[in-house]
Structure formats: C-alpha cells, structure tokens
C-alpha cells in the first residue's frame, strides 16, 4: 500500500512539473512573439534637433544682378541682356534650426540695367520695335530678404560634423526700394543734359496728367517704389572648415511691379505731360543718336521697321496716344536674378584640438 502511494506521489509531481513546464514553454512563446511584433515594428530612437546642435552665421555676398521686362532684347520667356550684368554687394543672418533647416535674413544693393540700342536688334522682326522706341533705364535695388533654406542633405549632429557639401533650395519674402532713371542726352538741349535723372516723378506714362474717361491711358496711377518680391532659387553650400561655408546659388525675384524700367503702358499724348524733361524722356523714337552711348542709329533700318516719318516727326506707332502706339506690355510684371558668391562664418564656433603626450 505504502508503495503504490509513493508512485501515485511521483507521478502527481512528474504530472504537475510537465504541466508548468508546458505553460512556461507557451508564456514564453508569447513573449517572443510580442517581443518580435515590437521589433519588426522599431523605427529607431527618434533623434531630436536639440539645443546644442542650432547654431548662427553671418555671411558677405557678392551678387550679378539682371533683368528681365519691357525692355529686354526680346519678349520671350527669361529674355536678357547678360552684358548689362551688373554687381551687387550684401550681408546677411542665419539661423540653423534643424536638420534640413535654416532661416536667413539678408540685406542687398545692387544695380539693373536695360538699353534698346544696346541690346536690340533692328533686323529682328521680333526685336526691332525697341530698337526705334530707343528708351534706357538703370535702377538701383536694396532689398531685404527673409528665406527658408532647405537642404538636400541633412546634419542631424553639431556644425562641427556638417556635410562637406549638400545642395539647397529657397523661397521667401522680398521687399525692396527701386527708383528708375534714364539719362539725359548731352544734345537734348535741357538742363539735365549729360546727367541721370529719376523717373517716377515725371510720370512718363501720364500718371500725373489729367486723363478723361476716353484716353487710353486713363487711370494709371503712379507706382510706389517700396514694393514686394517673392525670391526663391537653388544653390549649393560647401564647407570649407570648421567655421567657413562657400555657397553659390542662382535666384529671382519676382515682383509685383511693371515699373523697374518705367515702361508699361501706352504712350500719352505729349501736352498732357507735366514738362519738356518728360516729354523728352516719354518718346526717344526720333533721336538721331542712341540715347546713353551718343552712337549714330541706323534711320534706314528705322524706317524700314516704323514706316516713315509724319509730318510732325514722329514714326508711326510712337509718341502719340491711341490704343495701339504701345510703349511697353503690361500684362506681365518685371522679374530680376540674382547670382550669389557667399562666404559665412559660423557664430560662437568653440572647438578644441587633441592633445598628443
């Protein structure tokens, strides 16, 4: 009797024993399969931009400004005259905030151009009604600019461990100052001759003569010379060391004005201008010389384009008022590049050299 208990009590705990293991065996299982789920799901420590990895620059620019508008070579798409590039000087303010990220803050000034004798063509079809118009501007921008530049690389360490090299976009806000002059010619017989003067305050397209409800050009106000740009464009940042970064990149503005050049509409009717210096520099078609050079213009190929002279010596189509003597196109706005060399020094950069015993 005392032996069949003893084996009923070994085999109640062999029993009990294989029990616990089996549901260890199946707890476990369950386990390995939770602790697959989490890790077929695991994306990685999610990696903050924190505090010690922002950093600023300041930085010195040297710009090519062009132009494109009413009086570009041709009215194609981005037409320009890159012999009237000229140059343009700018600091700026950057704040790195992120992997991809900075926010720049910038102040330029340079100078854009446009000569019909220069860069038109009077053999072109296309072209050579700017030839006879014969108008010139220079106008010089200062702009300031906020930007957020994305690049295509990320550093997601200090300055110190930035990439040696990423490409980058931008896009923004502009506002800008700009006042057009046009120079007087050494001949014109004015007071002004040999000299540049401003143009907004002649109001060339009639802005501040009295215009009835029927003239062409009734209206036209005078436009304001704070005006708004959208800039963006693209570029490409190269570290050159530890604190120094060598950027070039290609941008345009676009503005919300037709006036960089003072040309947009029609031509108005000479005794409604307000002076000589205005109706002098409204219509240029009939100067024998090219209006900033003094060169001779070709009065073959002139007539040839505008037809002959009237009675009262002015081609046809230009100087007078009337719906179709055009002086400039106003359906689109005037739009100017900027080609950028910067070089930024990284503000506060602290780093210390190894020491070797």
Excluded: C
């Excluded at 106000?221 to 704070?226: E, S, V």
């Excluded at 005006?227 to 970064?245: S, T």
């Excluded at 108005?268 to 109706?279: E, G, I, Q, T, W």
């Amino acid at each position: 009797m005392k032996f069949t208990k003893k084996i009923l009590l070994l085999f109640f705990v062999v029993f009990l024993f294989g029990v616990t293991e089996s549901s260890y065996a199946q707890l476990n299982r369950k386990k390995i399969r939770k602790n697959n789920k989490k890790m077929s799901s695991f994306k990685g420590k999610k990696n903050n931009f924190s505090a010690d990895k922002k950093y600023n620059s300041i930085g010195i620019t040297l710009n090519a400004l062009n132009y494109f508008g009413d009086l570009s070579p041709k009215s194609g798409a981005l037409s320009t005259d890159i012999s009237f590039t000229r140059p343009g000087f700018g600091i700026d303010f950057a704040h790195r905030f992120g992997p991809r990220y900075t926010l720049k803050a910038s102040f330029l000034y340079g100078t854009i151009k446009g000569d019909d004798f220069e860069s038109a063509d009077p053999t072109d079809k296309d072209a050579r009604f700017r030839y006879v118009r014969n108008l010139q501007f220079r106008n010089r921008i200062k702009e300031l600019t906020v930007v957020g530049v994305f690049d295509l690389f990320k550093n997601e360490a200090s300055y110190i461990s930035r990439v040696q090299f990423t490409p980058y976009t931008y896009i923004g806000l502009t506002v800008f100052h700009h006042n057009p002059q046009a120079y007087v010619g050494e001949d014109s017989g004015l007071p002004e001759a040999g000299t540049w003067v401003d143009l907004e305050p002649l109001g060339t397209e009639g802005q501040y003569s009295t215009l009835d409800a029927t003239d062409v050009n009734s209206g036209i106000k005078p436009y304001k010379q704070i005006q708004f740009a959208i800039p963006f464009g693209i570029g490409g940042r190269y570290r050159l060391n530890q604190v120094f970064d060598l950027s070039v990149e290609f941008g345009i503005r676009y503005t919300f004005t037709d006036y960089l050049d003072d040309v947009s509409q029609n031509y108005v009717d000479p005794s409604k201008l307000n002076s000589d210096l205005a109706r002098y520099l409204a219509d240029r078609s009939g100067e024998a010389n090219a209006a900033v050079s003094g060169s001779p213009r070709n009065f073959e190929l002139i007539n040839a384009a505008a037809g002959d002279r009237n009675g009262d010596g002015i081609f046809d189509g230009y100087g007078n008022e009337g719906e179709y003597n055009l002086r400039g196109g106003k359906d689109d706005n005037d739009v100017y590049f900027v080609t950028t060399i910067r070089v930024a020094y990284i503000i506060g950069a602290t780093f210390t050299r190894a020491k070797f015993r």
